[in-house]
DNA sequence: ATTGCATATGATAGCGCTAACATTCGGCCA
DNA sequence: TGGCCGAATGTTAGCGCTATCATATGCAAT
């Protein structure tokens, strides 16, 4: 294999041994020679480049014959499409930007996967990018993903800043806006009512008949929306003031939350994580029952209808959203210009044993 | 606004406020222009193309009045870098291609964070792809991700089939495989040993005195690995042949699970979502105590360490990967070429209630 | 035979940027 | 005073493709 390695280093040989009959494998092509190019496979076929290219792309427009000889030197010469040339002469990058804030341990992976599921298939990458929840981050990832040309912009949320907003309506490409529905959309919008969900979870623990209210979870645009509604409707409904505790964006915060809130019989938590993990304090303290929600000292209800919510004891309460189905939505908002752009998904309260 | 967006159709009006000491910003720019290029920048500031470069990217070759004048024409055109050119003129992308099977509610989730955290500061862009577990969906990804020339390749265990293996070891770019040791590395790894895990649990399990072993999970290579470890060790240890079921990759089918496994005492699910799963089938089958390891009927192990496993009742026992860390490491794999190629990050059995 | 038209292929000119090599100009040393 | 150097800027020639417009060729319709 060395020897050949190095007798094949002249291209020369390559061709003489290819016009020979050899059944050369691209595995037997030197490693020191410069990745082929379309023009490398073209004078191995012996059509002009603009032949090669269409092979690659359309192959309809090739004579079966000529297909089949460009087709064999490319297997040949272990050829790989240079995309990065072809997006700068086409100007198609055929990519989309996506922004989320994270992608560990978060429901917006499953954003991630139902938008990807639909472009994969159509031959779109996607170049994923996190904020972390930092607005300046936010900017900076923006600004690189603009950069790379994609043809359109997911995110979730809507950006943090003017400079965001103002970046991305320059861009001129299409702009999704998930999990949420801004009033004033830069583009089309994939999402649900934050602030319906807070009034949905408030709504029902009063039906339940519970008197002080609390919601936990972060301070996220989201969160903020869902507290809103949450204490609006409180308050609507003469209720004491809900009581609002912001924790860290791991679960391991909500476990102790329960300390900080005295006399609460009913808590709302941003997310399904931070409800389990509340219920993990909750049992500490034995205020956890496995009967139903009735017979809960202390209602749960959490947002996102993680797969973990029904497996536990007593099952999770909650607003359950189609991540993945927003996702798609998204996906599909990128890919038709047209139609309705702002597509609201909804959410549902699912109850179970938790409250 | 309108006046003023018809007004400045014309470029040259556009230069002429600007030498004017207007502070036009790009809100103000035509809509129907194309994206500024490199060019126009410099033109309008009175430079070469070349300088404008420069103010991008080495900012110290360029006097400062002259970098000042061009940042100003670059702020009021609304200048976005066009990536996709300058990689190929540069041969050089920043951007790395990441391959997982799956993103959402998994701890792949956790390998793209730690990753992404390391090399977007690097300005390294990441292109996601999903495999869903299906090696010829792999084996198109792979293609996909290298046709856009990315600087390297982390992917999750190690390419299904041969071809793949080819496409990888021809790109001439750093690969890493991670989440596993594999033998015959392409190139650099980042990971831990399953089958170790598997023999870990089998031991700690036999120590317990149990004596009917079973294994739940997917067959994935990673999976089957573990589960190899867990039989050889069982077995060698004189108990009966343990048992292995194979499950859908969601955790609902491992709440049914233990139905199927009548008589065992000790399961090892291949991840804690599975695990979650079939503690709720013990649940319900009166199975379950919240005491320790010792009091449970069946002993029940996974591996990932969620965060949800420390919350719930009675806690998770598991195998605990860092899968940050694996996503960090294969990042300073990626960049520096020298050094250790192969990190074995270890795991760590966490002995919990649960078994 | 001529026209017309579809099919198959090619020549040419960029896409927007950067690498590599000039060029200019003042200052400083011998 | 000539030569040399570094700092600042420019010129040129691509990177590997694709859009666009030719150019051949065969064949049915006139």
Redesign the pocket.
């Given at each position: 294999m060395l020897a050949l390695s190095l007798w094949m280093r002249n291209p020369e040989s390559c061709r003489f041994t290819a016009t020979m009959g050899s059944n050369l494998t691209e595995t037997e092509i030197s490693s020191d020679e410069?990745?082929p190019?379309?023009?490398a496979v073209a004078k191995r076929a012996?059509?002009?480049?603009?032949?090669v290219?269409?092979v690659?792309?359309l192959p309809?427009?090739?004579?079966p014959?000529?297909?089949a000889r460009v087709e064999k030197a490319m297997r040949e010469l272990g050829?790989v499409?240079?995309l990065v040339?072809?997006a700068?002469?086409?100007?198609?990058t055929n990519s989309v930007g996506v922004l989320v804030p994270t992608i560990a341990n978060s429901i917006f992976a499953d954003t991630v996967q139902g938008l990807s599921d639909k472009l994969e298939p159509l031959d779109y990458s996607v170049i994923l990018a996190q904020s972390r929840y930092d607005a300046a981050r936010e900017d900076r990832m923006l600004a690189a993903l603009l950069s790379r040309r994609p043809e359109a912009i997911i995110m979730v949320g809507s950006p943090a800043t003017e400079d965001g907003k103002r970046l991305l309506r320059h861009a001129r490409i299409p702009i999704v806006e998930t999990w949420e529905l801004p009033i004033d959309p830069i583009d089309a919008v994939a999402g649900f009512d934050n602030y319906e969900a807070g009034v949905a979870v408030a709504r029902h623990f009063i039906a339940q008949g519970r008197q002080h209210l609390a919601f936990i979870g972060g301070d996220d645009p989201r969160g903020t929306r869902r507290w809103l509604g949450f204490e609006d409707h409180a308050l609507a409904h003469g209720l004491q003031p809900p009581r609002r505790l912001i924790l860290e964006r791991n679960a391991s915060g909500s476990v102790a939350a329960h300390a900080n809130l005295p006399g609460v019989d009913a808590v709302f938590a941003a997310n399904d994580a931070h409800a389990i993990g509340f219920m993990a304090g909750l049992r500490k303290a034995g205020l956890l029952r496995d009967g139903p929600a009735a017979a809960q000292p202390v209602a749960v209800v959490g947002l996102g209808d993680l797969e973990m919510g029904r497996l536990i004891s007593p099952s999770l309460s909650t607003i359950s959203v189609h991540g993945d189905a927003i996702g798609r939505t998204a996906a599909t908002l990128t890919l038709e210009r047209g139609g309705e752009r702002r597509i609201d998904l909804g959410f549902e309260l699912v109850l179970r044993d938790s409250g």
């Open positions: 410069a990745a190019t379309l023009s012996g059509v002009s480049s603009i032949t290219s269409r690659v792309r309809d427009l090739v004579a014959e000529t297909r050829y499409p240079n040339a072809g700068l002469a086409s100007a198609k």
